[in-house]
């Protein structure tokens, strides 16, 4: 999968078909998403507002200087910032699997900042936050629930998913890494990483760019500052 296999984000804001997120509890009963407000979901579920706010911070800098190459509708901006503001809602709930937490809490508690299509977006690439993202595990996916959603909408969400990974990966630290120069060439963009934990989170940017060229042709490289 590479740029040239561009979907249809830019009609996606402004459809109203049908989302499929309508679905079955652990019960086996059938329910319907009851969208909270970003601030319902910050206190009920206790989420980091530092690391939120660092992530959404990273991921809009990344979907700015990147958008000649992820193609997305400049709307979708606004998709990008939230799910990355809501990526960790599982983490209070389940630490060691907050990224399948998140997608449960957000499947039935979708931001009610965004339009009701794309609420399992948010949901989807807070679970694709966390480990490890190949073709093998998006092949599986879509022989699931994932793959029951939109075709447009599963590849909304792996592109958003790209950018929500790096920018998580900046944050790792905690010490408020920042993007430095950057400098583009031919299929290859490089980063340097500001701040005192920038060798710590290059590398774990580094780690978390897998789903970025499993879907681009133009690969990302990511260095301390100080290192030349």
Request: proline share 4%; net charge negative; glycine share 8%.
């Given at each position: ?95 060691e699997n907050h990224h399948k937490a998140g997608r449960v809490?957000?499947?039935?508690h979708p931001p009610s900042e965004l339009p009701e299509r794309?609420w399992p977006v948010v949901a989807w690439t807070a679970f ?101």
């Amino acid at each position: 999968m590479n740029s040239d296999n561009k979907s249809s984000e830019n009609d996606i804001a402004g459809e109203d078909s049908d989302s499929g997120i309508s679905g079955k509890n652990q019960s086996g009963e059938e329910f319907s998403p009851e969208p909270l407000s970003l601030e319902d979901l910050y206190h009920i579920y206790g989420i980091e507002r530092s690391h939120a706010d660092n992530v959404a911070r990273n991921a809009l800098e990344l979907f700015d200087i990147l958008n000649s190459i992820h193609g997305l509708h400049p709307e979708m901006r606004n998709v990008v910032e939230i799910s990355a503001l809501v990526h960790d809602t599982g983490v209070a709930t389940d630490f060691e699997n907050h990224h399948k937490a998140g997608r449960v809490i957000l499947l039935l508690h979708p931001p009610s900042e965004l339009p009701e299509r794309l609420w399992p977006v948010v949901a989807w690439t807070a679970f694709l936050h966390k480990k490890r993202v190949g073709k093998e595990k998006v092949e599986k996916l879509k022989g699931k629930d994932f793959g029951k959603m939109p075709e447009d909408l599963q590849n909304l969400t792996l592109k958003v998913a790209s950018i929500i990974r790096l920018a998580d990966g900046l944050d790792y630290s905690r010490m408020e890494s920042r993007l430095g120069k950057v400098t583009f060439g031919k299929n290859i963009v490089r980063f340097e990483i500001k701040g005192q934990g920038a060798a710590i989170d290059a590398e774990r940017m580094s780690k978390k760019g897998d789903l970025w060229h499993m879907l681009y042709d133009t690969k990302l490289e990511f260095r301390p500052e100080s290192e030349k």
